[in-house]
């Protein structure tokens, strides 16, 4: 179901509450918000479209969907970029108050498509939802506008009847939300109420059913939505907690990675110290420093800013401090497409620092996996006293789905160890490493402790300055084993499906997972001997990873940028892994997946991988017209 219309029109609270009700009716589910760019672009325009797609049912669900079999279309605009993403037959709902002949020419249509047949393959249900909001909160006395913004509320009440969902948590919500304005929170109720009485009492024809949706089959448990970005915000504290360390969070806002910062500044109270900095190169500077005093550092921010970061992350590089870092990606380059996802950002963090200044990079796939990566990213960072990126995007970021809450016993602890006497004959090295190259993290003002880190290239052991030739290449290839070494202590690659052998191995990273999955699902239904594997670690790459791709005669790599996880594939095993590129700013479709997969299996030479052809209808294109 995709709930569209102008940014005004709160599409994304009515999506994120139609989420709630769905989860605590049961139902398995994964959500796409999807929103324009501009702060707020003009009403009822082609770019101003708002909308929310969420995929929900009784059996295991990992995408959003490919396309909707209901459609909301509160406006013009919302139902011309949004209407051939439909299924054919699908069901639209239209509010008609909108209609009007300003919002068509905005919308550029040259006559209403509720009258000139262009709707006929679709199912139409249209009515003046905006009159029926505004009978509904008469009584509240609202002014003409404020009373209209109740009107998401309606078209919610009437979702709520079509899928059987209980109204009573979501009343409670309203009355919280609006404990200060009574009046509002009444409005809302009303609102509520009376787009759910219409569709159970008005008889509609035609279209309009009540569906009931069994609850998924799930193991016993506490259960909760949650989304990327509040995953990476928990993790992150647990992560924390687990190495015995209170967190000091630098960051400067920036989309889609604003949302880690607001939810950790409401969690003091877990150790949490947030500081919103004047840039991004402060932000991380500050975490630094905040490391160096015996802290956990963590930052995060988007693709432009791990880009100023860069310098900065190469002193955390040189000092071997322990640093996190968040990178919510989003379409490039420079400032790019803010609210749209990709996963451009891959050679940034492998590669993108000067001089040979390696990290691990960790990939979170889920909203849900992004908590258990946050921990890793925690316990990779301490144990190994480096910095380490953690890759989200925002599809992720954005998107929400149920999660178990984990049992915090089910959770190793890796508490830190702190120098506490000086660890050389007579004085302190604070670059002695032990059998893992890892050098001891030394809290500042420890009595008899004091020692000298910095940007400039040390001496073996003593971190005094030394630009000796064989320095600088022992000190270099130092810093080089002990990432690589991370490769031995990480889990060995598995496959999510399939067998360890055969004639196609779809290697994935990050957000596609879930469409991945679905697509290798269904191709093996249909009897292709076609594997499935994930990767989380992706640098260092799992030490197995190399012998799993030599089993498969082809290897398919699908990702949203120009090929930059297949290049590193190629780079570190010579294998000859094909491509499967889309750079549009939308996830992958299952279908497109599926499309490529059979290429393999069609005995056609040569047409295997390339790029995904833009689908106008998954990404509305506002200034071409629709087909």
């Known amino acids: ?37 501009e702060i707020r672009a003009p009403q009822g325009t082609l770019f101003g479209v708002s909308a929310f797609q969420i995929n929900f049912g009784s059996s295991e669900i990992t995408t959003a969907g490919d396309a909707p079999d209901v459609l909301v279309a509160m406006n013009p605009a919302a139902l011309k970029t949004n209407i051939h993403a439909l299924k054919p037959g699908g069901l639209v709902i239209i509010d008609t108050g909108e209609f009007g002949r300003r919002n068509l020419e905005k919308a550029n249509y040259a006559a209403s498509p509720l009258e000139d047949g262009s709707l006929a393959r679709w199912a139409v249900l249209a009515f003046d939802i905006s009159a029926l909001t505004l009978e509904a909160v008469k009584p509240f006395g609202l002014g003409n506008k404020e009373a209209l913004r109740c009107k998401n509320m309606w078209t919610l009440g009437l979702a709520l009847w079509m899928f059987d969902r209980d109204r009573g948590p979501l009343v409670e919500w309203l009355q919280g939300k609006f404990a200060k304005n009574p009046v509002l929170a009444r409005a809302n109720i ?23 949706l ?17 995953a990476i915000a928990l ?40 500081f919103q900095a004047e840039d991004e190169i402060a932000a991380i500077c500050s975490a630094i420093g ?59 963090a492998v590669y993108g620092r000067n001089g040979d200044a390696p990290l691990p990079v960790i990939a979170a796939c889920s909203p849900a996996d992004a908590f258990e990566c946050a921990i890793e990213a925690c316990r990779i960072a301490t144990s190994t006293m480096t910095p380490v990126i953690l890759l989200t995007d925002g599809y992720i970021g954005n998107a929400s789905e149920p999660w178990k809450v ?39 003002g420890t009595p008899g402790l004091m020692h000298r880190i910095g940007g400039i290239e040390k001496a073996i052991d003593t971190g005094n300055i030394d630009y000796a030739p064989d320095v600088h290449q022992a000190q270099t290839d130092a810093r080089k084993a002990r990432i690589d070494g991370i490769a031995a202590a990480i889990p060995a690659q598995e496959l999510s499906l399939g067998e360890p052998a055969g004639k196609l191995l779809v290697i994935g990273w990050g957000s596609t997972f879930g469409a991945i999955h679905q697509a290798v699902r269904r191709a093996r239904r249909k009897g292709l001997a076609v594997s499935h594997a994930h990767v989380r670690h992706v640098w260092p790459l799992p030490a197995n990873l190399g012998d799993l791709l030599s089993g498969f005669d082809h290897v398919l790599v699908p990702e949203m940028n120009t090929g930059q996880f297949k290049t590193i594939l190629r ?14 700013g939308q996830p ?17 030479p040569g047409n295997e991988g390339g790029e995904v052809e833009v689908n106008a209808s998954q990404l509305p294109a506002p200034e071409i017209e629709q087909p």
């Open 190 to 212: 009303a609102a509520l109420n009376a787009g759910h009485a219409y569709a159970e009492t008005a008889e509609l024809a035609g279209p309009l059913r009540r569906l009931h």
């Open 214 to 230: 069994d609850p998924v089959p799930s193991a016993p448990g506490l259960y909760r939505t949650i989304n990327g970005a509040e």
């Open 1 to 37: 179901m995709r709930f569209a219309g102008d940014s005004g029109d709160g599409m994304q609270l009515t999506g994120g509450q139609f989420t709630l009700s769905t989860a605590l009716a049961g139902n398995d589910l994964a959500t796409f918000p999807d929103f324009p760019a």
């Open 571 to 584: 780079d570190r095993f010579l294998v000859d892994a094909v491509p499967l590129t889309k750079t549009s």
């Open 290 to 348: 905040a490391s160096y005093a015996g802290q956990l550092g963590v930052t995060s921010s988007s693709g432009p800013g791990l880009a100023l970061k860069g310098e900065a992350m190469g002193l955390a590089v040189m000092t071997e401090l322990p640093l996190v870092i968040v990178n919510s990606q989003r379409g490039g380059p420079s400032t790019g497409l803010p609210t749209k996802t990709e996963q451009s950002d891959l050679y940034q």
């Open 406 to 444: 984990p049992d915090p016993e089910a959770f190793e602890p890796f508490p830190v160890q702190f120098l506490k006497e000086p660890n050389g004959a007579d004085r302190v090295l604070p670059y002695k490493r032990d059998e893992r190259g890892v050098r001891p993290w030394i809290r500042p």
């Open 235 to 274: 993790g992150l504290i647990a992560g924390c907690r687990l190495a015995g360390l209170p967190m000091f969070f630098g960051g400067y806002p920036i989309t889609p990675a604003s949302a880690i910062l607001h939810h950790l500044v409401k969690m003091k109270e877990f150790g949490v110290t947030t």
């Open 588 to 604: 992958f479709a299952i279908a497109e997946l599926e499309e490529a997969i059979a290429r393999f299996f069609d005995e056609i």
